[in-house]
Nanobody
Framework: VQLQASGGGSVQAGGSLRLSCAIS????????MKWYRRAPGKARELVAVITDSGSPNYADSVKGRFTISRDYAKNTMYLQMNSLKPEDTGVYFC?????????WGQGTLVTVSS
């Protein structure tokens, strides 16, 4: 199983990006799917979570601006990021937690300029 994150880039504040995390292979017993980020010089931060039933949760810093979703038919999860701020800059990682194992993508860089 591999997770491939993509969609990062450089945008100005107020702009939008959509991150994708393509899952190759089958993951049985998915519990939650998550997006994390690591800002320069800071610890990794949990940004958004979506449960297998589809319930989302967000860090307070992104609530109302980011939307997590997943498409099981495409084996992909997404993070729609709107109204981006310079403090959203960082490497974004996708993560899938199942009953059998925990899987990580390689990260995609998001840079937001003021």
């Amino acid at each position: 199983v591999q997770l491939q994150a993509s969609g990062g880039g450089s945008v100005q504040a107020g702009g939008s990006l959509r991150l994708s995390c393509a899952i190759s292979g089958s993951i049985f017993g998915i519990k939650v799917m998550k997006w994390y980020r690591r800002a320069p010089g800071k610890a990794r931060e949990l940004v958004a979570v979506i449960t297998d039933s589809g319930s989302p949760n967000y860090a307070d810093s992104v609530k109302g601006r980011f939307t997590i979703s997943r498409d099981y038919a495409k084996n992909t999860m997404y993070l729609q990021m709107n109204s981006l701020k310079p403090e959203d800059t960082g490497v974004y990682f996708c993560n899938v937690d199942s009953f059998r194992a925990n899987y990580w993508g390689q990260g995609t860089l998001v840079t937001v300029s003021s």
